[in-house]
């Protein structure tokens, strides 16, 4: 089984920025198409972004679109989500993902192991 753990959260003010790093545990890291997702309280895991195994290309939801930065080193089997211009409505908990089939990778059910989350705290 595929091991993530997330790493990088903190209290940050708004406009601040943040970087979060997923470690991933294996040999064959490459072969996923890796995702953030993230958790507000009271509220069901959104989609943040993904990217493909490569790293050739990412997608990301219209409300980070500008702000956020995923990126992949297969090297050193990790994913990192560069957060920048932050807002408190990005606090949440956020969780790295990955998919061994590309298929419904805006959505939780598209993902096959997760990482324990890593909390961001936007203050005002």
């Known amino acids: 089984q595929v091991q993530l753990v997330e790493s990088g959260g903190g209290l940050v003010q708004a406009g601040g920025s943040l970087r979060l790093s997923c470690a991933a545990s294996?040999?064959?890291?490459?072969?996923?198409?890796m995702g953030w997702f993230r958790q507000a309280p009271g509220k069901e895991r959104e989609f943040v972004a993904h990217?493909?195994?490569?790293?050739?290309?990412?997608y990301y939801t219209d409300s980070v679109k500008g702000r956020f930065t995923i990126s992949r080193d297969n090297a050193k089997n990790t994913v990192y989500l560069k957060m920048n211009s932050l807002e408190p409505g990005d606090t949440a908990v956020y969780y790295c993902a990955a998919a061994r089939i590309p298929s419904e990778l805006t959505t939780v059910r598209g993902y096959d192991y997760w990482g324990q989350g890593t909390q961001v705290t936007v203050s005002s």
């Open positions: 990217i493909t195994r490569g790293g050739d290309s990412t």
């Open positions: 294996g040999r064959i890291f490459s072969m996923y198409v």
